[in-house]
């Protein structure tokens, strides 16, 4: 049994067949319609990008349930449901995800971004808005900004650069001067971080009701984010958070918010795109839980401190590490990776299982997604660190490369554009060959990389 209907969910319940033809095999959703990976493309051994469909669910490869789980009897191996059904299973696998971690859920006119039902009503509530304040530096804070029209827009961010939590200071300047130079309606300040072939990093200096499954990539794609504004502009507050916020019925605006810079804000409504939580209040004190992060703890195998119930997804909280050049993000990528292993980890025998070992996924951290309408491709350790060496290739408002270098190998890589380089840089992390006799020059574009290391 696999309880959530997102793309970790259905990707355990599609798969688990493929590794035991004799699998029953139920998948219980909230929702009546699911989250599905479609039009998968693989552009090397570990990277791929691919769609989520909001879908009607495969029943001819696994029962499906429409219900909400209020209990789980781990001893007698029984769910319950909202509904009052009761399900019994063998091995269970929990993909519940994550529920957006609002700022001041308590006010009217505060909104966060999650799934479909949220973004629906983010678009009937911009009807009204000729101004909203944005709070948060992630990938869906970033799309929104630039996805929405006819509205001013104030962005708060905690970061000196925006986008920071996929892009460092150098690929954000990338991004914002492109954005620019695009003739939007803006108020966006210049930045000023310069830009150098190489460096090291002891240069570089930063500043400090129930949910549905996760959006997929592109979700703004073919929906109006239309306020009531004559114009779009944007202001980016940077290094600042919010102070205090208030609720104002009887203004022209709904919300004053004063932020910790000092600067004060009048808005129709507050975005809230400040990250997830994971979704395991109901294993509290049953499961052992991460107190890092609040998710699921999963051994190698993703099984959780129960035998037999295992977790993936946003909902898992993943301890251990098959290479440096991995990391674990709340991402439809790892979604996809951790429900396609899981599927193979529970298909397998009691005596089979001490051969089970993570499969490639987890040896290089990878995703692609689109900012500022320019494709980005993180591969393994794409943030610096003391000591590495970055190179660069920037080729204004086209493409921006960024190879991350250590000991003569390739740690990481942050590729923005058409490079073409994404199959190239995954051989040379996943192989760690010895690039130093190239040095900077591997970024040269009269370089042919696929013949010299053919």
């Given at each position: 049994?696999?309880?959530?209907?997102g793309v970790a969910g259905t990707t355990v319940a599609e798969n688990l067949q493929f590794f035991d033809e004799t699998a029953q095999?139920?998948?219980?959703?909230?929702?009546?319609?699911v989250k599905k990976v479609h039009n998968l493309q693989r552009a090397g051994e570990v990277l791929a990008s691919f769609d989520v469909?909001?879908?009607?669910?495969?029943?001819?490869?696994?029962?499906?349930?429409?219900?909400?789980?209020?209990?789980?009897?781990?001893?007698?191996?029984?769910?319950?449901?909202?509904?009052?059904?009761?399900?019994?299973?063998?091995?269970?696998?929990?993909?519940?995800?994550?529920?957006?971690?609002?700022?001041?859920?308590?006010?009217?006119?505060?909104?966060?971004?999650?799934?479909?039902?949220?973004?629906?009503?983010?678009?009937?509530?911009?009807?009204?808005?000729?101004?909203?304040?944005?709070?948060?530096?992630?990938?869906?804070?970033?799309?929104?900004?630039?996805?929405?029209?006819?509205?001013?827009?104030?962005?708060?961010?905690?970061?000196?650069?925006?986008?920071?939590?996929?892009?460092?200071?150098?690929?954000?300047?990338?991004?914002?001067?492109?954005?620019?130079?695009?003739?939007?309606?803006?108020?966006?300040?210049?930045?000023?971080?310069?830009?150098?072939?190489?460096?090291?990093?002891?240069?570089?200096?930063?500043?400090?009701?129930?949910?549905?499954?996760?959006?997929?990539?592109?979700?703004?794609?073919?929906?109006?984010?239309?306020?009531?504004?004559?114009?779009?502009?944007?202001?980016?507050?940077?290094?600042?958070?919010?102070?205090?916020?208030?609720?104002?019925?009887?203004?022209?605006?709904?919300?004053?918010?004063?932020?910790?810079?000092?600067?004060?804000?009048?808005?129709?409504?507050?975005?809230?795109?400040?990250?997830?939580?994971?979704?395991?209040?109901?294993?509290?004190?049953?499961?052992?839980?991460?107190?890092?992060?609040?998710?699921?703890?999963?051994?190698?195998?993703?099984?959780?401190?129960?035998?037999?119930?295992?977790?993936?997804?946003?909902?898992?909280?993943?301890?251990?590490?098959?290479?440096?050049?991995?990391?674990?993000?709340?991402?439809?990528?790892?979604?996809?990776?951790?429900?396609?292993?899981?599927?193979?980890?529970?298909?397998?025998?009691?005596?089979?299982?001490?051969?089970?070992?993570?499969?490639?996924?987890?040896?290089?951290?990878?995703?692609?997604?689109?900012?500022?309408?320019?494709?980005?491709?993180?591969?393994?350790?794409?943030?610096?660190?003391?000591?590495?060496?970055?190179?660069?290739?920037?080729?204004?408002?086209?493409?921006?490369?960024?190879?991350?270098?250590?000991?003569?190998?390739?740690?990481?890589?942050?590729?923005?554009?058409?490079?073409?380089?994404?199959?190239?840089?995954?051989?040379?992390?996943?192989?760690?060959?010895?690039?130093?006799?190239?040095?900077?020059?591997?970024?040269?574009?009269?370089?042919?990389?696929?013949?010299?290391?053919d």
């Amino acid at each position: 049994v696999i309880i959530g209907g997102g793309v970790a969910g259905t990707t355990v319940a599609e798969n688990l067949q493929f590794f035991d033809e004799t699998a029953q095999v139920t998948l219980v959703s909230a929702t009546e319609n699911v989250k599905k990976v479609h039009n998968l493309q693989r552009a090397g051994e570990v990277l791929a990008s691919f769609d989520v469909l909001n879908t009607k669910p495969d029943t001819q490869q696994y029962t499906f349930i429409c219900g909400i789980m209020v209990h789980v009897d781990f001893e007698n191996k029984i769910l319950s449901l909202d509904n009052g059904n009761m399900i019994s299973y063998d091995r269970l696998c929990i993909c519940s995800g994550a529920k957006p971690n609002i700022l001041f859920p308590e006010l009217p006119h505060v909104l966060g971004i999650r799934d479909t039902e949220s973004v629906i009503k983010l678009q009937e509530k911009m009807q009204n808005c000729k101004h909203l304040t944005v709070v948060g530096n992630g990938g869906i804070a970033s799309e929104f900004v630039v996805a929405a029209n006819s509205c001013h827009i104030t962005w708060v961010v905690k970061d000196s650069t925006i986008s920071s939590t996929f892009v460092d200071s150098v690929a954000s300047k990338f991004l914002l001067d492109s954005f620019i130079a695009s003739n939007y309606s803006s108020d966006f300040p210049k930045s000023t971080v310069s830009k150098r072939r190489i460096y090291t990093t002891s240069t570089i200096k930063s500043s400090s009701g129930f949910q549905g499954s996760a959006l997929g990539p592109d979700w703004y794609t073919g929906l109006s984010l239309k306020g009531n504004s004559t114009d779009k502009k944007i202001d980016i507050q940077y290094c600042t958070e919010i102070e205090n916020i208030s609720h104002t019925p009887h203004a022209d605006y709904n919300l004053s918010i004063k932020l910790k810079n000092g600067v004060s804000i009048e808005t129709d409504a507050l975005i809230s795109a400040t990250g997830v939580l994971p979704n395991t209040g109901m294993f509290s004190g049953k499961l052992e839980i991460s107190p890092i992060d609040g998710g699921i703890l999963v051994n190698k195998r993703m099984e959780t401190s129960i035998p037999g119930v295992f977790a993936a997804g946003d909902v898992c909280h993943i301890p251990w590490k098959c290479s440096e050049n991995w990391k674990q993000m709340r991402l439809w990528t790892q979604a996809l990776h951790q429900g396609f292993y899981v599927a193979r980890t529970m298909a397998t025998p009691k005596e089979e299982e001490k051969f089970l070992s993570p499969d490639i996924s987890f040896e290089m951290f990878s995703h692609s997604t689109k900012l500022f309408g320019f494709k980005v491709i993180l591969l393994g350790c794409h943030q610096e660190w003391e000591g590495c060496d970055c190179y660069f290739r920037i080729n204004d408002g086209v493409e921006f490369v960024k190879v991350v270098v250590s000991n003569g190998r390739v740690q990481g890589a942050l590729l923005i554009g058409e490079t073409e380089l994404e199959e190239v840089m995954e051989n040379l992390i996943l192989n760690q060959l010895d690039i130093s006799s190239l040095g900077e020059s591997i970024l040269d574009p009269n370089v042919d990389i696929d013949d010299y290391f053919d």
